[in-house]
């Protein structure tokens, strides 16, 4: 298993968004004005992440999926149902799979809002500070 990022998570999204939406525009960050529908827009919404024993970390990323549509809500339910299949379980680029969890959609302001977490575990590496070496001298008679 290669390390999963995530950087790598939202590549991962955006690869299963260009397959299933290839006449789409996909931004994964800032906007610049000028954005044309059909459009979607990756955002990390937050992450926590838990502390676990051998040097592990429980990471809960929750991105949403912003989708812009040409014709209104109709098409942004046709869009959410597609996502909830689409989304489910994402390729990354190394090649592992993750499992979308958590899914919640609702259009608001006529764009999609798709809300969904990848939960995963990962290494964390250990900085030591260790002690120098300690001379003792000894005395007496």
Known sequence: MAEINTNII????????RKAFPESHIESGTVKQGLRPP???????????????????KRLPRFDVL??????????????????????????PGGD????????????????HFLVSYNHFARTEINETLMGTLKIEQGGK
Do not use: H, W
């Open 97 to 112: 799979k993750l499992r979308g969890t958590d899914m919640s959609f609702e259009v608001t302001a006529g764009v999609l």
């Open 67 to 92: 989708y812009f549509p040409k014709a209104g809500r109709e098409e942004c339910y046709r869009v959410a149902d597609t996502l909830c299949e689409e989304l489910k379980l994402i390729d990354l």
């Open 10 to 17: 939202l590549d991962g999204i955006t690869l299963a968004l």
């Open 39 to 57: 459009a979607f827009i990756v955002l990390l919404v937050n992450a926590e992440v838990l502390d676990y024993p051998a040097q592990r970390q």
